[in-house]
DNA sequence: ATAATAAGCGGACCGCAGTCCGTTTAGAAT
DNA sequence: ATTCTAAACGGACTGCGGTCCGCTTATTAT
């Protein structure tokens, strides 16, 4: 499902897991959507989901590791899905386009993502460096945007510089520009736009 | 002292602080930086810190608001220091210089501080997107940069450009990078000024 | 000196994330 | 069907940041 597998399913050896795991684990996924959906993101507490799924504090945290780990299995298909655009999908996103054209994409895209999943992907993030800059997807993000920087001709530490880049697109900061300083993400994309042409011009 | 006044101190018609209240503030900050020095920023906590001035709790939380109010306190004469720097020391950090070396100057200095003072400025923005993005320190660094777009001629919403180029000076970012892959300093800087040199080309 | 008062104080208390460990149970082996 | 065992479970418990509120005390006015 995921093309980076976030959380437990199935790695290769290891058996399915046991009836009543699967039974909560659909208990507590459901709970947590509704949770989300009527309260907000950031007003769902661990307690309350174990409550509302009927389950004890500890499944919750055997299944999930944390609260980030909660939002980031949330997260999981629309990463899958965004993860899939930028990897195989058509051009400008996809493979096609030219490196300049792909990032300029990337950054729409990433946009339109925090619009709809930012608080999500923010408390996916929260109290862990670690988990804020060495997840998965954050390091699959980071790799595409050194591989286009690679491709336009830029090869003048392209590794720090996509983190640079990354830094921009970062959903906690973009989310703090659209809602506490009521930028439109037009002009956030526009933005992205004139700092990445900029950047390339002339290699 | 700071530039901007970030902790309590003295606005203008306020009367001085009770006698027993700066006696509390000097064993609070005494305190505090001893355990900082030999503990490490992220053990201290707040009771600790409570019990080794030999205050009650309710006191530190008076006096500090929180445990991010506690580390700006600690880092509010290396921050006004810094301002001072860059706002009327000498050229290239300073006024004097043309933009762009002023800019390089300018994350060079940041870099530094976060060498050092790292820790405590991740500590001090933690647990709250409105402090890491609007307290006052960092609204003036932004601004600084805004301004020196704006000099070299980048008229297409330096707001917006400043606040991506913040993005790559964030305390946690470098920190990390520093600290969880081994970057060296002067790569960092080296990325720098090549990602402002290349911005500032031909305006 | 005494009284009045507001700033300061302390620590019990709360909510939350995360851990621990004794108990239960699904599923395999016989 | 019975036994076995490892996975799963649940909820009491811990540690921390932060709040609350009744008590104390420095300071000022009389």
């Known amino acids: 499902m995921s093309l980076i597998p976030i959380r437990p399913g199935s790695p290769f050896g290891t058996q399915p897991e046991r009836s009543d795991a699967a039974r909560n684990r659909e208990r507590l996924l459901q709970a947590a959507r509704d949770l989300v959906a009527e309260r907000g993101v950031d007003a769902v507490t661990m307690d309350m989901l174990a409550c509302r799924a009927d389950v004890g504090?500890?499944?919750v945290f055997r299944r999930f590791g944390?609260?980030?780990g909660l939002m980031m299995t949330l997260l999981s298909d629309a990463e899958a899905?965004?993860?899939r655009e930028f990897i195989f999908g058509p051009p400008p996103l996809g493979p096609g386009a030219p490196p300049l054209e792909r990032l300029i994409a990337f950054g729409e895209a990433r946009i339109k993502y925090v619009e709809e999943y930012g608080e999500l992907a923010r408390a996916a993030a929260e109290h862990s460096p670690q988990n804020r800059h060495d997840a998965?997807?954050?390091v699959l993000w980071h790799r595409?945007?050194?591989m286009l920087l690679r491709e336009a001709g830029l090869d003048r530490d392209p590794w720090l510089l996509a983190l640079?880049?990354?830094a921009t697109l970062d959903p906690e900061r973009m989310?703090?520009?659209l809602r506490a300083h009521g930028v439109a993400p037009e002009r956030l994309a526009a933005s992205w736009r004139e700092l990445v042409t900029r950047l390339l011009k002339d290699c």
Chains 1, 2 share one sequence.
């Open 136 to 138: 998965p997807p954050v």
């Open 81 to 83: 899905e965004f993860q």
């Open 66 to 68: 944390s609260r980030a």
């Open 175 to 177: 989310l703090h520009s």
């Open 57 to 59: 504090k500890g499944t």
């Open 144 to 146: 595409h945007i050194e």
């Open 164 to 166: 640079s880049l990354g």
